[in-house]
């Protein structure tokens, strides 16, 4: 256990320096441009206000790369969603930073903003914005949802595993073979059902259905005759005779809302 502390300890000091670093070398160069460059060569505002900008923002993408890359550094001392959440937090702070950081460079005061109710103007426009509605619901999926990284799921009646859980999207990997990028916004809101797979001992719920693997069968789900290819306790998966597969979830047979029905072999 010791060791585990002071190994996330030692990550996260390299961590901080880093981005210390990042700070300083950005504020270092802009500090640069502005006494040397814009100085000597004697350059419009205009223009020495968009070579600040371009310096800050190079910076700022840097810094986001950096803490993206970080994360499965981080997973392995606290886990992935603990992770995922410290990665949101810290985008978010060096998000707030470079729009504070542009805007001074604009030479609009961060007290204006504060009396004048710039802030709450910015806030109200983010909030309705796409990528922050999307920042929000990563933090529910995070905190709600049952499934993280590595889990095997059913979204919206097809398998897969989870192979990434950031801020604004999940990613699945299919068991077709395609991948899922998810907006958590559809997650958080119903459009999109990811549901975690349990880890069963063994099929004796799937028994309950009338028909086992390699049974030749007839399904409503999408009418025709096919050969049952998969079952486990949560979803049944047919490859039809147009060549066609279907994944769909066991209480749907249950339920009645799909039928299945096992197709007799032809006598000679």
Known sequence: ????????????????????????????????????????????????????????????????????????????????????????????????????????????????????????????????????????????????????EGDSVMVNNVPGKVIEVTAMVTRIRTDVGGQLVIPNSAVVQGSVVVTKIPAYPSLSEAGRLPYRIGDRVYTTYVPGEGVVRELTPLYTKILMDSGRELTFLNTSVFMGSVAVAKVSPKSD
Not at 97 to 112: C, E, G, K, M, R
Not at 118 to 144: D, E
């Open 1 to 148: 256990m010791s060791d585990l502390s002071g190994d996330l300890v030692s990550s996260l000091k390299r961590f901080g320096l880093i981005l210390v670093v990042l700070i300083v070398a950005a504020v270092s160069l802009v500090i640069l441009f502005d006494q040397v460059v814009v100085a000597q060569a004697k350059l419009q505002a205009s223009v020495a206000e968009a070579g600040k900008i371009i310096i800050v923002l190079f910076f700022g993408l840097i810094t986001l790369a950096f803490i993206r890359r970080s994360k499965p550094l981080i997973t392995t001392h606290v886990g992935a969603r603990p992770a995922a959440v410290f990665q949101f937090l810290m985008m978010l702070i060096v998000g707030v930073v470079l729009l504070f950081s542009v805007l001074d460079i604009f030479q609009v005061p961060a007290n204006t903003l504060l009396v004048g109710g710039g802030v709450i103007s910015i806030i109200l426009g983010l909030v309705v914005s796409t990528f922050v509605g999307n920042i929000l619901s990563g933090t529910l999926v995070f905190i709600m949802n049952p499934f993280q």
